[in-house]
Every structure is written in structure tokens, then in C-alpha cells.
């Protein structure tokens, strides 16, 4: 089975790229949470913006594995940069492409695909999960336009983007049918803080205040939980593709440093155990790198994925924790110093998947599925 | 075996008090590596600068379990700190083995005045192979000159500039191996000892990790600790003590993380539901708390072993494998019970989830942990 389709041809183009480009940033960046506004530009001259727009609206619509591709590539050298990316081509530029009418399109995409302007997502509420129908952020129709006033937090690209997709209440009755999506821009919002994170420190994410801020609908009223159900479960699945970039690297360092750490008069790789733990990256990140490519290949071959990037992020979630866990270890002190690429690899790692409620733990879906 | 003196309940309720009024105001300060000499002023003035001088030197000579007790607090509070503050303890550990009267009036004059001392083993080519340490001593009249590099020594930097009292460990001989290594007293401030590469480390901030560059130091052979070669033992019987200390801190710092995540689960409310009713979490609360029990009740018992001269090597070994991984663990499970807000430098958990990473790896690995208890059981 061919997982890769044509990706591969992108694929050593993008990690030129990220090698030359993402990789000398990525450490000051860490240390200093700075978002790297100067590289959105020379992404988009690389038409890595235009992935999930049509030609028509300025892109180079492609299929989604090559996505996952570019989430992997990137991430290789630069995890947060790959966040930022994915956040912008999937959460609001596909959420568009998608959802929105020629209007919105017109003015938006093309101005996204040449990396004029920054998508972000704006979808967990501070205290309580939109999913479990607490959510305070609530949109009122006025002429031609929505105004929505409420506060959201984690917001993707949070603070730097010009135009966010966000999910506001339009029927509180209605619970999560009540839900919709909006496109706002960036001047719309006041961003109240930074916030400051374990990993991905240079993926910008903020708390956002909506004071009246004038949002236009995406789709229908009513199609916010289905939108950010599918945004959710396409950045899953790039989310683990990331997962699988950092984990390459962390696995390539590891097996080097193993193969030159000389304790006991040999290098440390002739040790069983350390054997072992690589043994253990080596078959997560496998398994890992299948579970996400083979479903980008559904979506690319217009299946239902749903179930495929639920039990991905089941196993993502323990699977880049303990690839992280094992490459610090076998690293000894070298690798819990920041000097070296492996422990941010680690901090980065950790958050590629955060569940802010029961409600999105892929257990109760995946049981909710079963017990039908 | 696990009940606490009244002087061991007051001791407890002593540092608690100095967690809450001296580490949690000031964590924020304390993880960015500052504040360091502030709180370790305000330490000395607990009494507790060195919790094993012996009393012939004018300490407190606690018994481990008192130690474990004042540990495990300490990294409640933070592990860095407990790591700084655990240096004059650590440090101090070949004196009680080795020292004769006068090397321990030597070693312990400054710490008790409120200095930091310091252990330097490891080197860039000896960490869990501590055999192959390639500083070397060597005797020149009544004096040793050592030569080499050492690396992530804690507090080091402080016991050179505060002119205190650290052991250094070089090899007399090194055509005999691990049977060749030897330490030494050294004074902080003697020329030929100085401070390399201050490490940037991911947790942990709240102590100093620094090489330090040896060049033609000189000691007077009255530095040495017990005989030439004698090194190796000493090192490794350190390394016993140290090990169920660092247990003791994991038992802190997974209780921490234990308490945030539930502080969080208690107020957070989904929809109707508190989050506190939602078995996947009410249940991974419980094996938290088991998994930290569990821990807590391993160092007492090899406290117990410790101060009832029983042979307790092997149970530290086992103690340090299964504390340090839970902490890690528990720490884990905490940010992940916490969600976004978890992976948040403000949630708090998050520097405890960075902290709790060193405690598997210094001190001796866990692998070099899983070498002792195999090799116990398979010889």
C-alpha cells in the first residue's frame, strides 16, 4: 500500500525548506515564546498556503495527505511552526474554503494563500468545554452580519491572526445544535493575554475578548458543531503527522547519541535496554506515521475518517509521550539540558494532544460508538 | 515503621511552613533560576542548612526518616529547591562515611554557617559508568594535584563563590579502573577549581547545575577521604543515602501534582456535570493517589532500614525506580486530567511535570537502578 501518493515529490522540497529555514529559528524561538511573523511570508511563497484552496481563490488545492506531509516536514524542524501552519490552512482557510460563500472566499482566500493574511481558530471557552454546551460566547443576528461578545481562550495563531474562525452560540436552547461558526477579523477582537505554554511556545495562543465584534456566518446556523467536529478531527490527524516529525527526529538523535555515549567501555547502544527503548520509539512512531497517512487517505478518498482520527488520537496521546519519555532518557542529563534539541522536543510533543473535557477524550466517543 | 514522632510532626509542620511562606509565593521567580540565594537565607534560618552534620560538630544528625520527611516536603514545594538545598546533604554523605573528626569540622564549618557544599562525580565521559571517571589526583609531597572536568554538579558554582566545602572525586590511579578513584575536600575559592558552562536546564530551574573546570588544583593530602581507592565505596554509599531522598522528593512532587489535579477536577463543572463525577477521572485520581502512597510508604521503609542498620541498598534502588517514575507518572496524568489549561505555564502543573523529568535521571539513572536490582537477583 502507497500511503504517500505524489507527496513524496513535495515532501524533499518541503524539508529543504525546513531545514534551511525552520531549523536555525526554532531554538530562540522556544526559549523566547516569539511568534516568527517573518516566515508566514516565505510559506506562502512556497505555495505551502494554498494546500487546501481551490485555484480559483489563488490555491493550489491539493490532496490532504499532502498536508499531513507538510504537518510532518515542518514540524522536523520546527513543531510550533508546523502548529501555525496547520492552524491556518485547516482551521481557518479549509474551514472557508469549505463553508463559506463566494464572497467570503473572494475576500479572504486569496489573501491567505499568499500569506498577506494569518488564519487562527477561536473555539475553548476559559472554565468549561464548548462541547459539553457551557458556552458563553453567543453571537446575536443584526443587519448583514452577527455580533458576538464573550471570551475565548487557546485561541489558535491567538493574537497574531487577521481572521479567525470561531464558534459561537447562536440558539442557547439548542445546546451544541445551537452552535455556529463565524469568520471575524483579527481588528474585531482584543486579545487580553498571552498565554504561555509548556511546548509549542512559538504558536502563538491567547486568551480573546468578543465585545460586540462583528462576525459573518460560515455555512448555516446550526453547523458550528459540525465544522469544528471536522476541523477537529483533519488537525488530529496533522496533529499526529507533527507527532511523527518531531518523533523521526527525536528517534535519528537518539540512535546517534546512543551510538557515540560511551559508558563501560562501549557505546551505549550495545546496551539491551537502551536497544530496547529505541525499539519502542522506532514501533510508536510506525504505528503512529500509519494511523495518520492512512487516514489522509480517506479523507482524500472522500471516506468517513471520523472513526480513524478518534482511535489516532487515542493511541497519539500515549504514543508522544513516551516517544518523548524514551529519547530524554536515553539522552541521560544531555537530554533534560536545554542546550540540547531533545527536551523540547519532549515539551513540544506533549501538547499535540490536549483534551479540555471529557467530552473530547476519544474513549468516550469511541464507547459512545459501541454502545450504541 | 511509619508513625511520626511529635519532633518529627513539628519538623514537618516546619518546612510546610517555609513552603508556603517562602517557595509558593515566589515560584515564578524561583523556576526562572533567580531568587536562589534569597530563599536559601531564609532556609539557614530554619535550622535545617545540613540535616546530617553530626552533633560532634555542632548539627542536628537527623535520622533518615526525619531526612525523608524534611525531602519529601521540600519537593512538595519544589524539586529544584529540595535539589539545592539536598546538595548539603548529599554533599555531606562521604564525611559521615569517611571523614575523620577533623575533615568533618573542615567540611561542615561552613555549611553550618550557611553555606552551600557540594558532590562532583560525574564528568562528560562518567555518568552512570561512574568507573571511568578520568580526573585525576596526583600525589606530589604533601600535596594532590587533580586535572580534569566535571558536569552537572549542583550548587557548585555556589560552594566555590561562598569559599564552602565540596567533594571531589579523581581517579589516583587509573591503570585500577573504578578501584582507582579517590575523593577529596576541596575548599570553594582555591585556585584551580572554577566554574565552566552553567547549565539551562528544561526543570529544576530553582538550583544551579554547573561544570566546573579543574586545572592544577592543589590539596594537601589531608583532603583525602579514608585511603586512596577508597572512592568508589564512598561514592556509592553517597549514592544509597541520595537515593531514597530522591524517592522522598518524588513522593512530594507526585503529591503536588496529585493536589493540583484535584484542586482543578473539584471545581471544574461540564455542562451540569462536576468533573469530579466522571468515573475515567474520579478513577485516575485513585491510582494517582495509590501510585503516590505506594511510594511513600517504599522510603519510609527504607528509612526504617537505613536507621535501624539493616542492609537497605537494595530497597533504595527499588525505591528510587518506583517513586521517580511515578512523580513523572502522576505528573503526567495531572496535566493531562487539566487539559490546555494543564500544558499552561499558569496552571502550575506544568513546571511541576518539567521538574518531575530530572528525578528518573540523576542520582543514578533508573537504568542504572534496574542494574542493582537485577544484578541482586540474577547473581
Known amino acids: 500500500m502507497e500511503l504517500y501518493n505524489n507527496s513524496q515529490l513535495i515532501r524533499k522540497s518541503m524539508a529543504d525548506f525546513s531545514k534551511a529555514v525552520l531549523e536555525p529559528i526554532a531554538y530562540e524561538d522556544d526559549r523566547n515564546a516569539r511568534f516568527p511573523k517573518e516566515i508566514i511570508k516565505e510559506m506562502a511563497n512556497k505555495n505551502y498556503f494554498g494546500l487546501t484552496v481551490s485555484e480559483e481563490f489563488g490555491g493550489n488545492k491539493s490532496d490532504f495527505t499532502s498536508v499531513a506531509v507538510m504537518a510532518e516536514e515542518l514540524a522536523k524542524a520546527n513543531g510550533s511552526a508546523a502548529v501555525i501552519s496547520i492552524t491556518h490552512v485547516i482551521s481557518a482557510a479549509h474551514a472557508i474554503e469549505k463553508y463559506g460563500n463566494d464572497e467570503q472566499k473572494k475576500a479572504y482566500l486569496p489573501d491567505m494563500v499568499s500569506g498577506n493574511k494569518l488564519g487562527g481558530y477561536a473555539f475553548i471557552e476559559p472554565g468549561a468545554s464548548i462541547a459539553a454546551g457551557a458556552n458563553k460566547v453567543v453571537a446575536v443576528k443584526e443587519e448583514g452580519y452577527y455580533l458576538i461578545t464573550g471570551k475565548k481562550t487557546l485561541v489558535a495563531n491567538g493574537g497574531e491572526a487577521d481572521v479567525y474562525v470561531v464558534i459561537a452560540q447562536t440558539n442557547a436552547e439548542e445546546g451544541l445544535k445551537g452552535l455556529s461558526a463565524f469568520i471575524v477579523d483579527g481588528d474585531e477582537v482584543k486579545a487580553a493575554k498571552n498565554i504561555d505554554k509548556l511546548g509549542l511556545r512559538s504558536f502563538p495562543t491567547a486568551e480573546l475578548e468578543f465585545n460586540k465584534s462583528k462576525g459573518q456566518l460560515l455555512g448555516n446556523e446550526g453547523d458550528g458543531l459540525k465544522i469544528a467536529n471536522e476541523i477537529q478531527a483533519l488537525s488530529d490527524i496533522a496533529h499526529a503527522a507533527i507527532g511523527v516529525g518531531i518523533g523521526k527526529k527525536a528517534l535519528e538523535e537518539s540512535i546517534k547519541h546512543s551510538k557515540t555515549r560511551v559508558q563501560f567501555g562501549f557505546p551505549i547502544s550495545k546496551l539491551q535496554a537502551v536497544q530496547w527503548m529505541l525499539a519502542e520509539m522506532a514501533e510508536k512512531i510506525h504505528t503512529l506515521d500509519t494511523l495518520a497517512y492512512s487516514a489522509a487517505k480517506k479523507v482524500d478518498a472522500g471516506e468517513d475518517y471520523m472513526n480513524e482520527s478518534v482511535y489516532l488520537k487515542m493511541f497519539a496521546q500515549k504514543a508522544t509521550f513516551e516517544i518523548g519519555t524514551n529519547a530524554v532518557q536515553i539522552h541521560g542529563g544531555t537530554g533534560y539540558s536545554r542546550e540540547a534539541n531533545i527536551e523540547r522536543y519532549f515539551r513540544d510533543l506533549r501538547g499535540l494532544f490536549n483534551f479540555d473535557s471529557i467530552n473530547e477524550y476519544p474513549q468516550k466517543i469511541i464507547a459512545g460508538n459501541l454502545l450504541k | ?379
Request: charged letters at 25%; hydrophobic letters at 40%; one cysteine or more.
Open chain 2, 1 to 379: 515503621m511509619f508513625d511520626f514522632t511529635d519532633s518529627q510532626l513539628e519538623l514537618q509542620q516546619r518546612v510546610r511552613k517555609f513552603v508556603n511562606e517562602n517557595i509558593f509565593p515566589n515560584l515564578e521567580l524561583i523556576d526562572k533560576g533567580e531568587y536562589q540565594e534569597e530563599l536559601f537565607k531564609e532556609w539557614c534560618k530554619t535550622g535545617l542548612v545540613t540535616l546530617v552534620a553530626p552533633k560532634a560538630v555542632g548539627g542536628i544528625e537527623l535520622d533518615t526518616k526525619s531526612c525523608a520527611i524534611v525531602m519529601e516536603e521540600l519537593g512538595y514545594g519544589d524539586v529544584g529547591v529540595a535539589t539545592g538545598f539536598g546538595a548539603n546533604n548529599l554533599g555531606s554523605y562521604p564525611l559521615l562515611i569517611s571523614g575523620t573528626l577533623e575533615q568533618q569540622k573542615q567540611h561542615f564549618g561552613p555549611i553550618l554557617e550557611g553555606k552551600y557544599g557540594a558532590f562532583a562525580l560525574t564528568e562528560p565521559g562518567a555518568g552512570s559508568d561512574a568507573g571511568a571517571v578520568a580526573t585525576t589526583a596526583e600525589r606530589k609531597g604533601d600535596e594532590y594535584i587533580l586535572n580534569g572536568t566535571k558536569c552537572f554538579i549542583t550548587q557548585g558554582g555556589f560552594a566555590i563563590d561562598m569559599q564552602s566545602s565540596m567533594v571531589v572525586f579523581a581517579s589516583t590511579d587509573r591503570t585500577l579502573g573504578s578501584k582507582g578513584l579517590s575523593a577529596f575536600l576541596v575548599k570553594g575559592g582555591t585556585p584551580g577549581i572554577r566554574v565552566g558552562k552553567i547549565e539551562d536546564k528544561m526543570g529544576i530551574r530553582g538550583s544551579q547545575t554547573v561544570e566546573l573546570v579543574i586545572e592544577d588544583l592543589h590539596v594537601p593530602a589531608s583532603s583525602l577521604l579514608g585511603e586512596e581507592g577508597d572512592g568508589m565505596k564512598i561514592a556509592m554509599k553517597t549514592l544509597d543515602s541520595g537515593r531514597l531522598m530522591v524517592a522522598a522528593q518524588g513522593v512530594g512532587c507526585g503529591q503536588r501534582a496529585l493536589d493540583l489535579a484535584v484542586d482543578y477536577v473539584k471545581k471544574q463543572v461540564e455542562g451540569v456535570k462536576p468533573l469530579a463525577k466522571q468515573q475515567a477521572i474520579a478513577f485516575k485520581i485513585a491510582e494517582m493517589e495509590a501510585s503516590v502512597e505506594a511510594a511513600r510508604q517504599l522510603v519510609y521503609r527504607g528509612a526504617f532500614l537505613k536507621d535501624n542498620k539493616q542492609p537497605y541498598s537494595h530497597h533504595s534502588a527499588i525505591t528510587k525506580l518506583f517513586a521517580t517514575e511515578m512523580a513523572m507518572n502522576v505528573a503526567n496524568s495531572a496535566m493531562e486530567i487539566m487539559g490546555s489549561y494543564g500544558y499552561s505555564k499558569e496552571s502550575g502543573i506544568e513546571k511541576v511535570w518539567r521538574d518531575a523529568r530530572i528525578l528518573s535521571i540523576y542520582e543514578g539513572t533508573n537504568q542504572v537502578q534496574r542494574l542493582v536490582i537485577s544484578g541482586g537477583l540474577l547473581r
